[in-house]
């Protein structure tokens, strides 16, 4: 015999807002400009992100050799704060579905 | 020699010439400027890049996100410059202009040295790294305080760097 869900409890993790699992995580990217010195974009990824020097080198290098890279994944109002920070210090981001 | 450092006490200074300190005091005035007095998006090149697009795209997302956030941006943009003004408003002494930093200061420094550099960068439609040589004496100044605030700002990232 399988108990009935309890709809109360269904109801609460929804309105909670955690079924996101259905859903495609978010990505924010930071694209590669000609300006911005590699120094400040490692830093930023530092101070903004938390990374350690050698994977805030790491992502940097990869906005400089491939034109982008993921800095950070998750739901999109997350995202769109972390876009509004890149933007702050003067970095290009945007976000995007993570399959897009 | 112009640019900043850190004390043996950890505090952050900058030392320029008065000119040095002039132009930097006109340029964050002149984003301050560019900031305030903007009108639609997408009519000026430096606008567009100082307050990009958050959706690559997706033009309605990137209207909404646009519509509540970009007046907070040009904001905190506007006053930064004018911490950065202020901070340079000091009497010279035997001609160089010494200030000290604190660490709001160093946030408002090097977002408004970026904001700067990305102006001018796109005011001399800089498209890459290289070197690019320029069209008139104009450009040329340009692209001369373009390197050298590229400098300053690589100093102020190692004085803090620790």
Same mark, same amino acid.
């Given at each position: 015999?399988?108990?009935?869900?309890?709809?109360?409890?269904?109801?609460a993790?929804v309105?909670?807002?955690e079924l996101v699992l259905?859903d495609q995580?978010?990505?924010?990217?930071v694209?590669?400009?000609p300006?911005n010195?590699?120094s400040?974009?490692?830093? *930023?990824?530092r101070?903004y992100?938390?990374?350690?020097? +050698?994977?805030?080198d790491?992502?940097?290098l990869? *906005? =400089?050799?491939?034109?982008? +890279? %993921? %800095?950070?994944?998750g739901?999109?109002e997350?995202?769109?704060? =972390?876009?509004e920070a890149? =933007?702050d210090?003067?970095?290009?981001a945007t976000l995007?579905? +993570?399959? +897009? | 020699?112009?640019g !900043?450092s850190r004390?043996r006490s #950890?505090d @952050?200074?900058?030392?320029?010439?008065?000119?040095?300190? $002039?132009?930097i005091r006109?340029?964050?005035?002149q984003i301050?400027g560019l900031?305030t007095?903007r009108?639609?998006h997408?009519?000026?090149?430096?606008?567009? $890049?100082l307050?990009?697009d958050a959706y &690559?795209d997706?033009?309605?997302?990137?209207?909404e996100f &646009? &519509? !509540?956030t970009?007046?907070?941006?040009a /904001?905190?943009? @506007? &006053?930064?410059a #004018?911490? @950065? @003004?202020l901070?340079?408003d000091v009497?010279?002494?035997r001609?160089r202009?010494?200030?000290?930093?604190d660490d709001? #200061?160093?946030?408002s420094?090097?977002r408004?040295?970026?904001?700067?550099?990305?102006t001018?960068?796109?005011?001399l439609?800089?498209?890459?790294?290289?070197?690019r040589?320029?069209?008139d004496?104009?450009?040329?100044?340009?692209?001369?305080?373009y390197?050298?605030l #590229?400098?300053?700002q /690589?100093t102020?990232?190692?004085?803090?760097?620790?």
């Amino acid at each position: 015999m399988v108990q009935t869900l309890d709809r109360t409890d269904l109801n609460a993790v929804v309105e909670q807002g955690e079924l996101v699992l259905l859903d495609q995580p978010w990505v924010t990217l930071v694209w590669n400009d000609p300006v911005n010195l590699m120094s400040y974009v490692s830093w *930023v990824f530092r101070s903004y992100f938390g990374f350690d020097k +050698a994977e805030a080198d790491r992502r940097m290098l990869l *906005v =400089h050799t491939e034109g982008r +890279a %993921v %800095v950070a994944t998750g739901v999109r109002e997350e995202m769109e704060r =972390h876009v509004e920070a890149m =933007h702050d210090f003067g970095l290009w981001a945007t976000l995007q579905k +993570a399959d +897009a | 020699m112009s640019g !900043f450092s850190r004390s043996r006490s #950890g505090d @952050v200074t900058g030392t320029f010439s008065v000119d040095e300190a $002039r132009i930097i005091r006109d340029l964050a005035g002149q984003i301050s400027g560019l900031l305030t007095d903007r009108v639609t998006h997408g009519s000026d090149p430096a606008l567009d $890049r100082l307050l990009p697009d958050a959706y &690559r795209d997706n033009d309605d997302n990137a209207a909404e996100f &646009r &519509r !509540f956030t970009e007046d907070d941006l040009a /904001e905190r943009k @506007v &006053r930064n410059a #004018g911490v @950065v @003004v202020l901070s340079l408003d000091v009497a010279p002494k035997r001609k160089r202009v010494s200030i000290e930093v604190d660490d709001p #200061g160093v946030q408002s420094w090097l977002r408004t040295l970026t904001d700067i550099r990305l102006t001018l960068g796109s005011r001399l439609n800089t498209v890459d790294e290289a070197p690019r040589t320029p069209q008139d004496e104009n450009e040329e100044i340009m692209l001369s305080i373009y390197d050298w605030l #590229g400098y300053v700002q /690589e100093t102020l990232i190692r004085a803090i760097d620790v």
